[in-house]
Each structure stands twice: as structure tokens, then as C-alpha cells.
């Protein structure tokens, strides 16, 4: 099947405004996970979430972030008054239970720039 | 802390030579492994993982890492290099059982180079 989508690809908005990116996983994958990866660096895990458990936000940079999913559907992240700190890659991994051990398939990522 | 360093920004080899790709972490117990490679314009894809078992592990496109317990070292190798493996290479680990937590941590990555 299909594997993870994201959307949009590209976001270009303005210091102060709120954001809402988008996850789609690969269809059966129970565990869910957004990172973020700034320009030239490693991948900063955000959240996990998986199936009806509550999730793992212990990534969350700061309470403007946030990110919601329904049962193991889609998946959003949304960032409140956005700063120039927050341009980065935001990307997206679902894998099936045992997430322990089970592969991570990555979304193509949403490029996230603040003006 | 948990922690993975991959102490090299860049490799450089020529095609046809052998590969590494150098990966250290810090991880009290038993961890998982992983290595994602990153193409120019395209996602990260998985290359390979240690559990447990044998220390060498193969993956895909031919690349195969060694688990050393001792040096705590998950390097990333390959016989003969080929142009197309120029990329930028993860290695990532998750916790071990009974820790808590699903995160996995990734090293900041290493580009590889690989000349004709």
C-alpha cells in the first residue's frame, strides 16, 4: 500500500501565526511519531503516540507545540505563534506494534519556514 | 543520558572502496540499533537494526554493521562503495525493555561521499 504521507510539503508562514501540519500512516501501523530536523542537524524526537495509550510527549520543545491523533488514523501537529526557531523539517514515522523493534517508515516531511 | 554520536560530519571514498560510517552510543542495558539513510530529496528509509543475536548484521542495498558491546559501536560498513550510496547516514537507538519510553534518540548524522 501507500506509505506515510505529509502534508503540506512546504509551509511558509509568518512569526506569531499558528500552524497545523499533517500525517497520514501507512494503513494498520498502530505507533505514530513526529520529529523534527533543523538544517544540517540530526532528527529531534517530538511525540509518539500508539494506538489508544496516552502519548509519549516527552519531546514536546515547549507548550506552543501540540499534536493530536485519532485512534490510528491520521495524525496532527499543530505549533502556536510560530517563531523563527521553528523552521525546520517536521517529519513523520509510523511502524507496527512492538514500535521496540518494528521499523520506522518516514513521511517526506512538511519544510516549515517562519518569517 | 542517553546518547548516540556519529563522530564524523563527512566521509569521503572512492567507488569500489570499503566503507564505514561510525556510530557510538550511550545507553545503560540492552539497546536497540538502527541505521536510516537519507537520499538527497527523498525521506529517510531504513537500512538495518540490531535486537539481539548475532553481532554483524546485514541489511539492505548490501551494507551490514557490526554491534560491539564493549566499545559500545554500531558501525555502519560496506565492501565496495558505489556512487549511488552517497547520502546522509543515521544511526538511532531506543530504548532498551522495561526503561519507559519510546524515544528514539538519532546521531546528527554523517553525509558520505562517494567518487567515481
Known amino acids: 500500500g501507500a506509505g506515510v504521507s505529509q502534508s503540506p510539503s512546504n509551509k511558509v508562514t509568518e512569526k506569531g501565526k499558528d500552524v497545523e501540519l499533517r500525517c497520514d500512516p501507512i494503513s494498520g501501523h498502530t505507533a505514530l511519531y513526529w520529529y523534527r530536523q533543523r538544517l544540517g542537524q540530526g532528527l529531534e524526537f517530538l511525540i509518539y503516540?500508539?494506538?489508544?495509550?496516552?502519548?509519549?510527549k516527552s519531546g514536546l520543545p515547549s507548550d506552543r507545540f501540540s499534536a493530536e491523533r485519532t485512534g490510528e488514523s491520521v495524525s496532527t501537529l499543530t505549533i502556536q505563534r510560530t517563531q523563527q526557531e521553528d523552521s525546520a523539517v517536521y517529519l513523520c514515522?509510523?511502524?507496527?506494534?512492538?514500535?521496540?523493534?518494528?521499523?520506522?517508515?518516514f513521511g517526506p516531511g512538511t519544510r516549515l519556514t517562519v518569517l | 543520558a542517553q546518547s548516540v554520536a556519529q563522530p564524523e560530519d563527512q566521509v569521503n571514498v572512492a567507488e569500489g572502496n570499503p566503507l564505514t560510517v561510525k556510530c557510538t552510543y550511550s545507553?545503560?542495558?540492552?539497546?536497540?540499533l538502527f541505521w536510516y539513510v537519507q537520499y538527497p530529496n527523498r525521506g529517510l528509509q531504513f537500512l538495518l537494526k540490531y535486537i539481539t543475536g548475532d553481532n554483524l548484521v546485514k541489511g539492505s542495498y548490501g551494507f551490514e554493521a557490526e554491534f560491539n558491546k564493549s566499545q559500545t559501536s554500531f558501525h555502519l560498513k560496506k565492501p565496495s562503495a558505489l556512487v549511488s550510496d552517497s547520502a546522509l547516514y543515521f544511526c538511532?537507538?531506543?530504548?532498551?525493555?522495561?526503561?519507559?519510553?519510546?524515544?528514539?534518540?538519532f546521531g546528527a548524522g554523517t553525509r558520505l561521499f562517494v567518487k567515481a
Open positions: 503516540f500508539q494506538g489508544n495509550s496516552a502519548p509519549d
Open positions: 514515522a509510523s511502524s507496527q506494534p512492538s514500535p521496540r523493534t518494528d521499523t520506522q517508515y
Open positions: 545507553v545503560s542495558g540492552n539497546p536497540y
Open positions: 538511532a537507538v531506543r530504548p532498551p525493555e522495561g526503561t519507559g519510553g519510546f524515544k528514539t534518540i
